[in-house]
Structures are given as structure tokens and as C-alpha cells.
């Protein structure tokens, strides 16, 4: 092909749909790539491959020309939406090359085996394919917990271990692959999680003293419940000392619902936030190990983390750093496999669309939709600003601008040029409870001072340091 006749991957020519354009540039670059494809079984079309490049190497399940049975194991066929990607398109390159008849019409994949799959194409669903053998067995079966379209309801998730069972007594040749457990466990996992925030708290509010609602902190315990109760978030606002409080409640109500306590982390700009967020966590920490770690970016980048290490909890006070995909944080962020994920900008107006979708697809690959869609979409609405009303669709689930609740529950009275900023609510000054609040308060105030900050550092480093 001509470099002249490329099509652009930044505008959608006016004779295509946007789908139509994303396959097209998806069958361009596997025509353009130096792809390598092996065929691992015997099937003369249908069957099981594996592509190779330099840069990786994907197993592909080739059922047919656009079915919805395909499959690749690359992120993009999983999160694009498509049914395809340039891996399935070089084995549909590979097969033009080698099988004669090209889309091979009247011919179909109908092996003995039936199957429960997930079908990724137009977004993530279970569905049932019934094969040759023990057809009416497995229709009975089926028809108990699918629907007309072969489709499993998300209601019908929590059955998913039983209808797999009796389908394999039906035939030891049933299958049910592994991405089908693993998508069902992650939506019952965030139902249960739901579920238990609504019975543990059907006020829709997280009692900001553990004990009962506080009227004038109202705002921020609807807010606290609202982020654990999305069980992740995209929080938007100035920087303001209240957002160390509300974290290290939020850390610890997550832990305490928690099972399994994974590592966790929350990762701050510098050495000196280091410091000032691990006196705030430990404040609220009912646990002798709190299991989170404060970390500054310099220093996450430098942990080892195995790829795939599980982690419950992952905060970053600045989301700026993950708007480049190949940054640093945020490569090593994609290591993690996170439960809840909780993430900070100042403002948004300052974002591009590529940049905001490189940004949430951390929270989750799936949560925007396609990333060529959201782009495509909502490009006329950039630069965004701090209105909930404004934002794209997919964003306003999980999307919070704290400041406005944060400012408006926390008391801020001005006297001359001087500003006191309350954390907690407090009753009597000669309570522990109050000497700690004061404490904290003075942090707060040393962090927003840029010099009393640095002083505050070189004292501490000078009592840490042995002496010689």
C-alpha cells in the first residue's frame, strides 16, 4: 500500500463509520506488520492460532469472518469492541493467502463441544454456543438460565459455577473458558461489595466519627460513601488539606471490608508529602500494620512489582503523571491488579481527550468504553471544566469534584488576612481527641507554606540521621 493512501488514525473519513474506519486501520497495520502466524491445529480455517511479532506473541480463536466468536488475547480486541484487531486480521490475511474462497460463505464452525464464552464484541456479554452432541440436553439446560439471544443475564452470574457443572455431567467435552469465570467474578465481586455498603449504611452516608452522622460534616460522609460505594473514583478539585482526611478514612472503611488485605499504596509527589499523608494515616488506622504504604512517585517506580501482583487499595494525589502512557507511574501502575483504585487532578480542563482516556483506563480498561469512541465522541466538548452536568456520559459514575462538598463541609472562618482551617469536629479542646485534631491542623498549614515545609523536613532529617 501507498504511504499516500494510509488512512489517517485521527479523523474518520466521510464515506465510513466509525467502526467501519477502526477495522479498516486495524487491517492496515496487519498488512504493514511483519507478523508471524502459526496455525496450532489441524482445522483447515477455523481453529487456533498464534501471532507473533517482536514485540509479543497472542493466541487467537479464529471462528469465522466478523463472528462474535472470535477471540485474542491482546487488550485491545478485549476492550475495543470491534470483534477484531490487526492479530485476528493477520490470521485472516494468513487464511486468504493459504484457503482459497475468501469469506468462505455457506461454511460454519460447528465443532461437537459446547461452549460458554464471553463475547467482547460491541462490549463484554456470556453467551452459550450449543454444538452437535447433546443438543436437547443442553438446550434444556440452558434455556434455565439464558436468554433467547444465548445471552447470560448478570443476575444469572451467581449460578454460572452450577450451570458449568451440570454441563459437564451432560459431556466431559463442555467448555467454558477461563476470561468467562474471570469477568463474572469481577461484576459479583463489585455487587457483593454494593450490597454490603447499602445494608451496612442505608443512609447513604459513612458516619465521619465512626459513630453517628455528623450534621455539618454531612457533605463529605455522602461523599465518602459514594466513593466506596463506586469502588473506584476520578476525584477533580484544588488541592486542599481535608483530601489527606478523607483518603485516610476512605483507606481505612475500604480495609475494613476487605477479606483479603493486599498491599495498598498511596503515592504522593515528593518525600515531604511522604511524611505528612503517613502522619495522617496513621491517625485513622484502627490496625498495629496498616496495610498501605505512602510512596512518593521516584520511589513506586522503584519497587519491584511482579506483573499481576494483587493490591486492595491504590490512591495517586496526582493523576497527571498517568496521562502519558508510557510514564513511569504508570507503568508501573499497570503491574498492579488493583480492586480500588482512587485517582487526583486539580482541575480538568488542562486535559486532552487522549490524555483523559490514558488517565482512566488505569481505574479500569473497560470503564470509558472504546478508547476511539470516547475520543471520537467527545472531542467537541474539550477542553472539559469543573461541571458535573458537562461531562461525558461514561464519566459521570465515578467522576467527583470534592472540592465544592470538601469547602462546604469544612468550616473555613476568615478574621483579617489569617484563615483557620478545622479537620475534625471537635466539642471539648481538652480532650486527646482535639490536641491530635490541632496537631493535624498544623500539618495541613506547613504544607500549604512552601518554606515552613522545607523546615519542617530538614528537622525531621536531622533527628533520623545517626550521629557521628
Avoid at 488576612?417 to 471539648?428: M, Y
Avoid at 533527628?463 to 557521628?468: G, V, W
Amino acid at each position: 500500500m501507498k504511504l499516500g493512501n494510509r488512512l489517517s488514525n485521527k479523523i474518520c473519513p466521510e464515506n465510513m463509520t466509525v467502526e467501519e474506519w477502526q477495522v479498516a486501520l486495524r487491517r492496515e497495520n496487519a498488512r504493514e506488520s511483519d507478523f508471524q502466524v502459526d496455525h496450532l491445529d489441524k482445522n483447515r480455517i477455523w481453529g487456533d492460532y498464534l501471532v507473533s511479532s517482536g514485540t509479543g506473541r497472542y493466541r487467537v480463536a479464529f471462528r469465522g469472518v466478523q463472528s462474535d466468536r472470535n477471540f485474542c488475547s491482546c487488550l485491545d480486541f478485549r476492550t475495543n469492541g470491534l470483534g477484531t484487531c490487526k492479530h485476528l486480521e493477520a490470521v485472516t490475511l494468513y487464511l486468504q493467502d493459504h484457503v482459497p474462497g475468501y469469506p468462505w460463505a455457506g461454511l460454519t464452525y460447528t465443532p461437537e463441544y459446547t461452549s460458554i464464552y464471553v463475547s467482547y464484541k460491541g462490549g463484554r456479554s456470556i453467551r452459550v454456543r450449543i454444538g452437535t452432541a447433546y443438543q436437547a440436553e443442553y438446550q434444556r439446560l440452558f434455556a434455565q438460565y439464558f436468554d433467547e439471544e444465548g445471552v447470560l443475564p448478570p443476575s444469572q452470574y451467581i449460578h454460572l459455577e452450577s450451570i458449568c457443572q451440570q454441563a459437564q455431567a451432560i459431556s466431559a467435552s463442555f467448555r467454558c473458558y477461563d476470561d468467562v469465570h474471570e469477568f463474572a467474578t469481577e461484576c459479583l465481586h463489585q455487587e457483593q461489595w454494593k450490597a454490603e455498603l447499602r445494608a451496612t449504611y442505608p443512609e447513604r452516608a459513612i458516619p465521619w466519627n465512626k459513630h453517628t452522622i455528623v450534621e455539618e460534616f454531612s457533605a463529605v460522609e455522602h461523599l465518602l460513601y459514594d466513593l466506596c460505594y463506586e469502588g473506584y473514583g476520578f476525584i477533580v478539585g484544588t488541592r486542599h488539606p481535608f483530601y489527606m482526611h478523607l483518603i485516610a478514612r476512605l483507606v481505612e472503611e475500604v480495609y475494613q471490608g476487605e477479606e483479603q488485605r493486599e498491599k495498598g499504596y498511596v503515592i504522593v509527589n515528593n518525600e515531604t508529602d511522604v511524611l505528612v499523608w503517613q502522619a495522617v494515616l496513621f491517625e485513622y488506622s484502627e490496625y498495629v500494620h496498616l496495610p498501605v504504604q505512602v510512596v512518593s512517585q521516584e520511589q513506586f517506580v522503584k519497587i519491584q512489582i511482579p506483573q499481576g501482583t494483587k493490591s486492595t487499595f491504590v490512591y495517586v494525589h496526582d493523576a497527571d503523571c498517568l496521562k502519558e502512557w508510557k510514564n513511569p507511574v504508570s507503568l508501573a501502575l499497570k503491574k498492579l491488579e488493583v480492586k480500588h483504585l482512587y485517582m487526583h487532578v486539580d482541575t480538568l480542563n488542562h486535559l486532552t481527550p487522549v490524555q483523559l482516556s490514558s488517565i482512566l483506563q488505569h481505574v479500569n480498561p473497560f470503564i470509558i468504553g472504546p478508547f476511539y469512541k470516547f475520543i471520537h465522541t467527545y472531542r467537541p466538548l474539550f477542553p472539559l471544566t469543573e461541571d458535573a452536568e458537562l461531562l461525558p456520559l461514561e464519566m459521570k459514575p465515578f467522576t467527583f469534584f470534592a472540592t465544592q462538598r470538601i469547602q462546604a463541609a469544612v468550616a473555613l472562618p476568615t478574621s483579617g488576612d489569617e484563615q483557620t482551617i478545622r479537620i475534625l469536629p471537635v466539642d471539648d479542646e481538652r480532650t486527646p481527641e482535639h490536641k491530635v485534631n490541632r496537631l493535624f491542623t498544623l500539618f495541613a498549614e506547613i504544607l500549604e507554606d512552601p518554606d515552613a515545609t522545607l523546615l519542617l523536613r530538614t528537622k525531621i532529617l536531622s533527628l533520623t540521621q545517626p550521629d557521628h
